[in-house]
């Protein structure tokens, strides 16, 4: 019996230390606790460097750290109370940056009217541009930065990014290709339309 209560002791120990560790802050959330109290206080600086460091651990992070750091950076270099030391640039690239790490983040405790506006101006220059390519050559294949497609035959729609130069290619065994460069904006269509192939038999 008394072993028994022992053993039980023990257990319960055991679970309460096990409890304990995993309510206890890591110091990376330690980190970014302390940065976003420097941002809400206006301590720009210190949010900046200490968000630095947190996402100089790389790898180690976790998504949601990444994400915390991330978006307290983008509102310590746009600062509402100071518009002289906001940096539009700097800003749009980490807001680009958030958005490749998370698409639906966006914490609105740490951001203000001025800065949505940005984000929103960001998110619509980084969404994709759509091109209409087809052909009627049989066994056609559609080539997109000379990476295969797949087979091509009815007009189709696809996205490509936008403000950039893309090579697109038309191929088929006997056939003289089809290639040109595209460039699209964002939210923007171009209509390429169907390029037949000249085959031999």
Not at 25 to 39: F, G, I, N, T, V
Not at 193 to 199: D, F, K, V
Request: with cysteine; hydrophobic share 40%.
């Amino acid at each position: 019996m008394i072993r028994g209560s022992v053993l039980l002791a023990g257990l319960s120990l055991s679970i309460a230390l096990s409890s304990g560790a995993r309510a206890q802050a890591s110091p990376l959330d330690e980190m970014l606790s302390s940065a976003r109290k420097s941002l809400e206080g206006l301590d720009y600086r210190k949010a900046d460097s200490i968000s630095r460091s947190v996402l100089a651990f790389g790898s180690v992070l976790s998504k949601p750290q990444r994400v915390l750091a991330l978006q307290i950076l983008i509102g310590a270099s746009y600062p509402e109370d100071k518009p002289n030391e906001r940096k539009t640039d700097t800003t749009r690239a980490r807001i680009k940056e958030l958005l490749a790490a998370d698409p639906q983040a966006w914490d609105r405790n740490l951001t203000w009217d001025n800065l949505d506006s940005l984000r929103a101006l960001v998110v619509r220059a980084s969404a994709p541009g759509k091109i209409v390519i087809g052909s009627r050559t049989p066994n056609a294949f559609l080539f997109i930065n000379n990476q295969p497609q797949g087979l091509i035959g009815s007009l189709k729609v696809v996205e490509l990014p936008p403000d950039t130069d893309v090579p697109l290619s038309i191929r088929a065994e006997k056939c003289v290709p089809f290639d040109t460069t595209v460039r699209v904006r964002a939210t923007d269509s171009l209509v390429v339309g169907r390029r037949n192939l000249t085959c031999t038999p």
